[in-house]
């Protein structure tokens, strides 16, 4: 909740100053929120200009972006508070690929706030009837969730990011797990937590071993369920495959309950409140010894 009530603080007060001295005046999680909310508002406002036929709009914004990034490397170069340099340094980050993202999208020539381009991004954006934060990408919203992160560094984004971004949301709209496979140490678990930063969910790991037996998976799946947070099951395919079964059958109830908006459903015979937020996601690495390949139904 106080999270919440610093967001929509900052949301209207980010007008009211330059952005590099509105920074300081609140914590690195709704600075950093609340930044990617205008970032997208002035995106959608030059498109509107755009359509108007004010060519350079887009440019523009561009150069406005620039001299802001230039703003902020001024301020690293200075002294600064332990805390107060991580912050600038994640919004750098971030920033970075907003202007990425307009230049991206001056070279392609996009026009329209329609285009592909421009709707496969993360979009914050701040519902003034509802009081809330709510984050959009392709057609799956989700509303932000405002647990407290703290001030972490986030992941540069590289087009791989975006790509898993898209799937991953897909997968939650569509109410089903992600499952990130690739060889080990690229980022899967890390994307992973990096989206979960993006929408303010808190994401819980596990590393995976084959001691896990399924009431051990089931009370990790009953926390999830009642905290709406998200769990992300690393090498998950060295659980035995008698177990695996089992496991199934258990996401698959959480995700029949999220489906019919349950409040409370029946978890291996308790009955438990759900979070409809609860994602589910697991990270493989193929073809190690003593891996075992997934079973069907799962």
């Keep these: 909740e106080t999270v919440r009530v610093v967001c929509a603080d900052s949301v209207i007060t980010y007008e009211e100053k330059p952005r590099d001295q509105w920074l300081f005046d609140y914590p690195a999680q709704p600075a950093l929120t609340v930044n990617q909310i205008w970032w997208n508002t002035e995106v959608v406002i030059t498109f509107g200009r755009l359509e108007e036929g004010y060519e350079n709009a887009m440019k523009e914004f561009n150069k406005k972006q620039i001299s802001q990034l230039n703003q902020l490397i001024t301020h690293l170069l200075g002294e600064l508070t332990k805390g107060d340099r991580q912050k600038i340094m994640t919004i750098c980050t971030i920033d970075v690929h907003n202007r990425d993202v307009v230049q991206k999208m001056i070279l392609n020539k996009t026009e329209s706030a329609g285009a592909f ?52 949301t897909q997968s939650l709209h569509l109410i089903m797990g992600g499952a990130p496979a ?10 992973t937590k990096d989206l979960g930063r993006a929408l303010g969910i808190m994401v819980y790991v596990f590393n995976c071993s084959e001691q896990m037996d399924y009431k051990s998976c089931g009370n990790i799946f009953k926390g999830l369920s009642q905290t709406g947070a ?8 060295r659980i035995s495959v008698e177990v695996l079964s089992v496991v199934a059958v258990q996401v698959k109830s959480i995700q029949d309950a999220i489906r019919d908006k349950k409040k409370r459903f029946d978890f291996m015979g308790e009955d438990i409140s759900l979070v409809p937020t609860v994602g589910m996601f697991i990270t493989m690495n193929p073809g190690y010894a003593g891996r075992t390949e997934l079973p069907e139904n799962l």
Excluded: M
Excluded at 183 to 191: H, S, V, Y
């Design 117 to 168: 381009l421009w709707q496969s991004q993360l979009r914050h954006r701040w519902d003034d009837d509802k009081k809330h934060c709510f984050a959009n990408i392709c057609d799956a919203q989700f509303q932000y969730s405002y647990e407290y992160l703290g001030n972490t560094p986030r992941l540069v984004i590289t087009p791989l990011t975006d790509r898993c971004y898209i799937t991953l």
């Design 182 to 191: 690739g060889p080990a140490g690229t980022g899967k678990t890390e994307t």
């Design 230 to 237: 998200w769990g992300c099951f690393d090498e998950f395919n």
